[in-house]
């Protein structure tokens, strides 16, 4: 009976992995079945952390965050959970040997988010590792599947990755994470008075940031590769469409892509694969 417990809590992940994301899911159904259910289970923990400090208003944020990370360590301990968010968590990091470090950091940056800051740079580059590269490291353990050398040569890649997904996050919710929350993720900008000066600046760093990733993602076993690929070309898309929108228009709108042009997207790049061009 444990296996139907732990095949429950996975479809638990699954089932926020699509509630929350039409873009990792159809990204996800894209890798190899064998990654399916531990990619669901690291974006099922990282969803709801982020829940805490994003969603949870009038409730006690830092003691829930508090409370989830000692239950997070203590269902990596003692490989069970009755949350079936964590227990399938922890079945994957144990199962692929993800570093606790990448956990204690993503955590930290969750952390970060209940204070109201200014981001220096080391603060700005600090929370970007810990909310997404991260991500990004514990998703390439699973995708290498215990290759060291093989995960050591991707990390680069892979950290970088993240850290353009965050920050075409941060200008697509600038809008929320701005007026509603009081958050200012990029260091040494005037939001107040967002300029395309500063819009631009951004965009360069976020370009170079998916230029080392492009190189990275040729380089995935075949049985990550297509998944990753449209989950960078959905992202580039979406970039590109912000570089396109003037920066008043940024502060007013969330920009996004149709799911009709995701599907495209993903028609396109099905084909690519079939033909072993990516």
């Not at 353009?164 to 009081?182: E, M, T």
């Not at 300029?195 to 370009?207: F, G, R, T, V, Y």
């Not at 149709?258 to 099905?270: E, I």
């Amino acid at each position: 009976m444990m296996q139907l417990f732990d095949q429950t809590t996975l479809e638990c992940s699954k089932l926020i992995t699509e509630r929350y994301s039409t873009s990792f899911t159809l990204g996800i159904k894209t890798l190899d079945k064998k990654f399916h259910f531990p990619i669901y289970a690291i974006y099922g923990f990282v969803r709801y952390a982020d829940e805490i400090v994003d969603t949870f208003y009038g409730h006690d944020q830092k003691y829930l965050l508090e409370r989830f990370k000692k239950d997070t360590y203590e269902a990596i301990e003692t490989g069970i959970s009755l949350n079936p968010v964590l227990h399938s968590f922890q079945r994957m990091v144990n199962q692929y040997q993800i570093e606790h470090e990448l956990i204690e950091a993503f955590l930290h940056s969750m952390e970060m988010d209940l204070y109201k800051q200014d981001y220096t740079d080391d603060k700005y580059n600090e929370y970007i590792y810990g909310s997404a590269e991260v991500v990004g490291l514990m998703c390439l353990r699973v995708f290498c599947e215990g290759n060291d050398a093989q995960y050591q040569h991707l990390k680069e890649g892979a950290r970088r990755l993240g850290a353009a997904f965050q920050k075409v996050n941060f200008l697509r919710d600038l809008k929320s994470d701005y007026q509603d929350r009081g958050r200012v993720y990029f260091p040494g900008v005037d939001f107040v008075a967002f300029s395309k000066d500063a819009k631009s600046a951004i965009e360069a760093d976020i370009q170079a940031d998916f230029d080392a990733a492009n190189v990275a993602i040729k380089q995935l076993p075949r049985s990550a590769r297509m998944g990753v690929h449209l989950a960078y070309i959905y992202y580039l898309t979406l970039f590109n469409k912000i570089k396109h929108t003037p920066a008043a228009r940024i502060q007013e709108e969330r920009i996004r892509v149709p799911d009709t042009q995701k599907m495209a997207l993903l028609a396109k790049t099905y084909m690519k694969f079939q033909l072993n061009v990516i």
